[in-house]
Structure formats: structure tokens, C-alpha cells
């Protein structure tokens, strides 16, 4: 019996014959499969790669140069369609990655945030049950950021006195923060 050429079968499909590309199937099949084995590993999607690369053979069959090696325009597409599926996958990863990565910051903005207002919220606390002159002196200080000259010049009171008051408020907030912990 005559084996047919890959060029003459090419034709024949060019044709729309499918008989001949079911021949050329058969006979390439086997080393698409042990590329795509070699390249990815995993049987299953080899055989993916085989029906894909065919799939792409028989929809791109007008433009096959029959004049040249069937065998190398094969094993050629089968490299870019591996190729293309491994930078798929690797972008997927990395997608993946950066969302995974974003999920871990937003969860650890939202525990600092709650963290925040909770210690917020305790300041504010502690900040109302002080005299009313060392309040005062504290929000000027860290609320409206003047320094101890510019609160002493404010409220006509020496600037070790504002130092005095900021210090008694520092150290009895830092006191119930550590009793709260």
C-alpha cells in the first residue's frame, strides 16, 4: 500500500477532506503528546494540547504552506501553544498572587484600622476624665500642634507648667493603655 505524503494529504485537507486529516492526526498525535509530556508533565494536558493543536490544524488549514515540512509547522505550533499556556498559567499565578497579597494587606488595614479606633476610642475616653486645664493643654498640643512655648503664650502659663500637665497626661493614658491590654 502507498503511504500518501504529508504534502499530499496537506492538500487533501486543504480540500476540507477530513479522511486525510484524520491520517495526519494519527500519524503526528503521538509526538505532540510526548512534546507537550515533556514540556508540562502531566498526561492530561497533553492530551489537551493534542485536540487544541489539531482543533487550531484543521481551522487554519487554508493558510498551511504544503510546500513546506507539515512536521516542523506542527511541532512549531504545538512550542508556541505550550509556550502560550505556560505564560497563561504564570500570569494567572501571578494574578493570583497580587490578589492573595492585597486580600493579606486589606485584612491587615482593617485590623489596624479597628485597632486604631478602639485605642482612639479609649484615648477619647481617658481624655474626658482629665481637669479640664490639662485637656485643654493636651489638645492644643496634639490636636491643634501647637508647641509648650506657643500654648504657655496662649494661656498666659509658664512653659514648664505645659510641660508638666503634658507629661502628667502622657503617663496616666500610657498607664491605662497598658491596664486595658
Known amino acids: 500500500m502507498n503511504r500518501e505524503s504529508d ?14 486529516f484524520n491520517k495526519l492526526f494519527f500519524r503526528y498525535a503521538g509526538k505532540v503528546r510526548y512534546m507537550s509530556e515533556l514540556f508540562v508533565a502531566d498526561r492530561e494536558i497533553a492530551k489537551d494540547v493534542i ?8 481551522e487554519k488549514r487554508l493558510m498551511i504552506n504544503e510546500n513546506l515540512s507539515f512536521q516542523s509547522y506542527l511541532l512549531q505550533s504545538t512550542k508556541n501553544l505550550l509556550i502560550n499556556m505556560v505564560k497563561s498559567r504564570l500570569r494567572d499565578i501571578e494574578a493570583k498572587k497580587y490578589f492573595l497579597d492585597t486580600l493579606e494587606k486589606s485584612r491587615n488595614q482593617t485590623e489596624d484600622y479597628i485597632i486604631f479606633r478602639e485605642l482612639d476610642n479609649e484615648v477619647n475616653k481617658q481624655l ?26 496662649k494661656l498666659n502659663i509658664s ?13 496616666q493614658l500610657k498607664g491605662e493603655i497598658k491596664q486595658n491590654q
Not at 504534502?7 to 486525510?20: S, T
Not at 507648667?161 to 502622657?170: A, C, K
Open 159 to 171: 512653659k514648664r507648667t505645659v510641660e508638666e500637665h503634658i507629661y502628667q497626661v502622657l503617663k
Open 7 to 20: 504534502k499530499e494529504l496537506v492538500i487533501k485537507m486543504k480540500e476540507g477532506d477530513v479522511e486525510a
Open 128 to 153: 474626658e476624665q482629665l481637669p479640664p486645664r490639662q485637656r485643654q493643654i493636651f489638645m492644643l498640643s496634639r490636636n491643634e500642634g501647637l508647641n509648650n512655648n506657643e500654648i504657655a503664650k
Open 51 to 58: 485536540q487544541d493543536i489539531f482543533f487550531m490544524i484543521w
